[in-house]
C-alpha cells in the first residue's frame, strides 16, 4: 500500500484519549480520594438507573414495609441531581482550572446544585400542598438550581446552550418591555411564577425531556457504554475494514459502515468521530486522501449516525414522546432515510476514489472470479437472512409452544447461543486495537474477524426482539439488553480462559469485573452532558408553553416566506441549523423541535401542506444535526481535524458537501411521505427503498460531477431532474393532473357522508384572525371521519359543527377537549366576519405516478450511453 500523504501532519501528538474523555466524560481526571469519589458516583448513578428500571425497588418494598420505589417525577429529581453533581467534579470551570484535582469551591457547587433538585424530592408532600404559591425556600432553592443547571451546561457543554437558554429567561422576565418590538411582547411573568413553572413543576426542567433522559436515554447509552468496553467497537470497526478495505477507497468505505454501526449506541456525533475516526482517518489519508477530505467523510459518517435508529443520538425517545408515536413506529418511520443516507455516501466516497485514481488494500487471499464474488455477497445475504429468521420466528415459536415459559426459554436459547458463540471465538485470537499510525500491510480476513465476536450482537438481538416483537417498552426493552450485555462483560473472558485450557482464570474474572466497572462508570460519564442539556432544554421548552414564542416565530416566518411553501421550509431548515449550533443530539433536537416544528406545521396548514407530525420532527431533526458539520461552529469537523491535521473549516465545508444528500432528504419525505414508509405495504416499501436509493445515488454523483465519468454540465442537470423525478414523481404528475377534486364548502356534509370507513376529509376554511380581526386567514384542515355514518353525523364526531347561511357553509367554534380546539383557537368565531368552509378536496382518480418513472430512466439511459464513450476506469 502507497503512502500518499508523507507530508501530511502526522496525528501521532494527538492526545486521543484525552479527546475522548473531554467529549464524552469531563476533561478532569483527579487523583486520590477526589477521583475515587468521581468515579464511585458516577457507579452509584448507574446502579441507581439499573435499580428503578427494575422489579427490585417493588420487591424490597413488599419485604421491607418501607417505600422505595420511585415514581416518575422522583427519578428525574434524582437524575438530574447526579448529572449536576458530576458535570462540577468531572468538567472543570475555566481552561485555567486544575484537572488533576478538584477545588474547594467545585465540592461546594456540587453539593448545593444536588440539594437544590433533592429538595423537591424531600418536601414533595409539602410543595404538593400549596401548588403555584411558593414560598421563600422554594424561589431560594429554585434559584440556586437554575444557576447550579447554568454553571453545569457551560461545564459540560460549553457557552452556546447556556446563551439560548438564558436568552429564553430573559424573553420571559423583560418580554413585555417597550423596547422589546411590539410582534414579540407579551404579558410577561413574576419572578415567583416564572421560578415555580421552570423548577418546582413539571412544565420546565423536570419535564418530558429530562423524564425521557431519566427513563430510557441513560439505559441506552449505559447499554452503548457497556457493548464498547466488552470491545465491540474495536470489533465493528476491524470488521468494517475486512469486509470493505480492498474496495476503492476501502479505508474510507469501512469508515462509513464503522461509524454506522458506532451510531447504533452513540450518542454523540462528536464522540463518533473521535473514537471512530481515530483509528479510520490516518487509514484514508494513507490512501490518498487529503486530511480535509479524510476528516469530512468521517464527519459525515458520524453525524449520519445521529440520524439512525435505534438511538438516533438518544433522540429517538424524545421524538416518540413529543410526536405522540410509539417507539416501534418511529424506528420503521427512520430507518429507510437513513440507510439510503450511508449507501449515497459509500457511493460518494467510491466516487472520491475513483477520481483520484486510488486502490483497495491488500486482501489476504484475492478471489478472481464475478462468479466467487457474487457467491459471497449470496452467502451473506443467507446468512442475514436465516439470522433475522431465527429472530422472528424462532422466538416466535418458543413464545408458542411454551407460552408459561417464554421468558425461560429465551434465557436458555441466549445461553445456548452464547456459549455455541464465545467456544467459536475462543478458537481464534482475540482481536487487538490496533496503532493506526502503523503500517498496514495486508488486510484480515472478513470470516477470522467476524467470529471472534459474533456474539455482541446478542444483546443487540434481545434489544430488538423486546421492542419490535414482544412490543415491551423502550425502557424495558434496553433495561434486558443491558443485563444481557452485563453478563457478557462478566462471562467472556473467564469462558474463553476455560476453553482455551487457560492457567490464569483468577485474572479473567478479575479483568471481567474491571470491564463491567468501567462500562458503569463511562456509561455516567457520557450521561452527564445528555442529563444536563435535557434539563437545560427543559427551560427553553417551558418558556415556549408560557410565553407562546412558537406563534410568534410562526409569524415571521409566514410573513418572511409570504406563504410560498417551499421558501417557508428553506427558512425553518436555515434556522434550525443556526439553533442547532453547538449543542449536543438531545438538546439540539428539544431545542428546534420546540420552536421550528410548530412554525412548519401552522404555516403549512395556511398553505395547504399537511404532513404527519412525524414528517415534521425528523425534517426539524435532520437540519439540527447537520449544524455539527456546518461552519463556523461544527464541533464534529473541529474534531476530526484535530486528528487529521487538516483545516477544521475546509473540513466542515466538506462534510457539508457530502452532507447534502441528507439535507435533500428532509424536503423529499415533506411532500412524499412513503419515504418513511407511512402507510405502505411491505412489497411497496422494498419497491421504494430501491427507487430511492438509485435516484440517491444519481443525486450524490450529479453533486460530486462524476458519473462513468467526469459529468459535463448538461449531463449533471439530467442527474439532477432524474433524480428528482425518482423521488418525487407526484410533482409532475400534479400538473399533468388536478390531484384534487375540488367541491364548494356548502357541499361537506354530502361529501363526508360519502367518504369511505375511516376515510380522511381534506377542507379549507377560513375567517378572521383573532388578533387582527381585519386579517381573513386560510386553513386547510384534515378531518378524520371514523365509521360509516351520515355527513354532520361523521363531522359533528369529529368536533366540527357546521351550518348553511346565505350560500354560505359556516362553522361554530369547536368545543375544548375535541380534536381541533387548539387548532381553530387562532379564529374568532363572534366576529363580523362568520368562519366559514370555503372548499372541499377529494383526492382525484389518476393514473399512477409511478408511469412518469419511464421518461426519467430514458434519460438516465441517454446519460450512460455519453458517459460510456469518456470512461477510462472501471465504474467498480
Known sequence: ????????????????????????????????????????????????????????????????????????????????????????????????????????????????????????????????????????????????????????????????LVIV????????????????????????????????????????????????????????????????????????????????????????????????LSGLYSGSSIANVVTTGTFTIPLMKRTGFKPEKAGAVEVASSTNGQLTPPVMGAAAFLISEFTGVSYPDLIKHAFLPAVISYIAL????????????????????????????????????????????????????????????????????????????????????????????????????????????????????????????????????????????????????????????????????????????????????????????????????????????????????????????????????????????????????????SLMAPVVVTVGAQSGLIVPLIAVHLFVFYFGILADDTPPVGLAAFAAAAISGGDPIKTGVQGFAYDIRTALLPFLFIFNTELLLIDVTWYKAIFIFIVATIAMMLFASATQGYFLARTRLWETLALLLVAFTLFRPGFWLDYIEPPYDVYKGTEVAETAGQAPQDGLLRMVISGPDFDDPDKIKELTLLVELGAVADGNARLEKAGLVTQESGGDMLLEEPFPGTPYFGQLQDYDFYGDESVKVTRVEVAADRMPKEVLYIPALILLLVVIASQRRRQTVPAF
Open 1 to 160: 500500500m502507497s503512502s500518499t500523504d508523507s507530508n501530511q501532519p502526522n496525528n501521532a501528538d494527538v492526545d486521543v484519549d484525552a479527546m475522548v474523555a473531554k467529549v464524552e466524560s469531563g476533561a478532569r481526571n483527579a487523583a486520590g480520594f477526589a477521583g475515587r469519589f468521581i468515579l464511585g458516583l458516577a457507579f452509584i448513578w448507574s446502579a441507581f438507573q439499573l435499580y428503578i428500571a427494575s422489579d427490585l425497588p417493588f420487591v424490597l418494598t413488599q419485604l421491607t414495609g418501607v417505600t422505595l420505589v420511585f415514581n416518575n417525577q422522583e427519578a428525574r429529581q434524582v437524575h438530574l441531581a447526579f448529572a449536576i453533581a458530576l458535570s462540577m467534579l468531572a468538567f472543570p470551570l475555566f481552561k485555567s482550572s486544575p484537572d488533576n484535582r478538584v477545588p474547594a469551591y467545585d465540592w461546594v457547587l456540587a453539593a448545593v446544585a444536588a440539594m437544590a433538585c433533592l429538595y423537591l424530592l424531600v418536601f414533595k408532600e409539602s410543595i404538593a400542598n400549596r401548588a403555584g404559591l411558593p414560598t421563600t425556600a422554594d424561589l431560594i432553592f429554585s434559584t440556586i438550581g437554575m444557576v447550579g443547571l447554568g454553571i453545569a451546561v457551560f461545564r459540560a457543554l460549553g457557552l452556546p
Open 165 to 260: 437558554a438564558s436568552v429564553f429567561v430573559f424573553y420571559v422576565f423583560f418580554g413585555h418591555y417597550s423596547f422589546m418590538p411590539d410582534v414579540i411582547q407579551w404579558k410577561g411573568a413574576s419572578y415567583g411564577k416564572a421560578l415555580w413553572h421552570y423548577w418546582m413543576q413539571t412544565e420546565g426542567v423536570f419535564g418530558v425531556a429530562l423524564g425521557v433522559s431519566a427513563s430510557m436515554i441513560f439505559l441506552f447509552v449505559l447499554f452503548g457504554a457497556l457493548l464498547e468496553k466488552a470491545g465491540a467497537g474495536n470489533y465493528f470497526i476491524k470488521l468494517s475494514f475486512a469486509l470493505l478495505g480492498h474496495l476503492r477507497g476501502g479505508p474510507a468505505k469501512a469508515a462509513v459502515v464503522a461509524s454506522a
Open 346 to 593: 459509500v457511493y460518494i466516497v467510491h466516487l472520491e476514489a475513483l477520481k483520484l485514481g486510488l486502490k483497495g488494500m491488500q486482501k489476504p487471499s484475492v478471489t478472481a472470479t464475478l462468479a466467487a464474488r457474487l457467491s459471497n455477497v449470496l452467502l451473506g445475504f443467507i446468512a442475514i437472512s436465516v439470522l433475522a429468521a431465527f429472530v422472528y420466528y424462532g422466538l416466535g415459536w418458543v413464545k408458542t409452544v411454551f407460552p408459561n415459559m417464554t421468558f425461560l426459554s429465551a434465557v436458555l436459547i441466549f445461553l445456548a447461543l452464547y456459549l455455541g458463540l464465545v467456544n467459536l471465538a475462543a478458537r481464534h485470537p482475540d482481536l487487538e486495537v490496533d496503532d493506526p499510525n502503523s503500517p498496514v500491510t495486508v488486510l484480515p480476513k472478513a470470516w477470522d474477524v467476524a467470529v471472534t465476536g459474533l456474539y455482541y450482537l446478542l444483546p443487540i438481538i434481545v434489544l430488538i426482539w423486546c421492542i419490535l416483537i414482544e412490543r415491551l417498552s423502550p425502557t424495558t426493552s434496553a433495561y434486558w439488553a443491558t443485563l444481557a450485555m452485563i453478563f457478557i462483560v462478566f462471562t467472556q473472558k473467564p469462558l474463553k480462559s476455560l476453553m482455551r485450557a487457560s492457567s490464569d482464570m483468577r485474572e479473567s474474572w478479575r479483568a471481567g469485573g474491571k470491564d463491567f466497572v468501567d462500562g458503569m462508570i463511562a456509561g455516567a460519564r457520557s450521561m452527564i452532558p445528555i442529563g444536563v442539556a435535557t434539563g437545560a432544554a427543559g427551560i427553553i421548552v417551558g418558556t415556549v408553553s408560557l410565553t407562546g414564542a412558537h406563534q410568534v416565530i410562526g409569524e415571521l416566518v409566514e410573513f418572511l416566506s409570504g406563504g410560498n411553501i417551499m421558501i417557508m421550509l428553506l427558512l425553518v431548515a436555515v434556522m434550525s441549523l443556526i439553533l442547532g449550533m453547538g449543542l449536543p443530539t438531545t438538546a439540539n433536537y428539544i431545542v428546534v423541535s
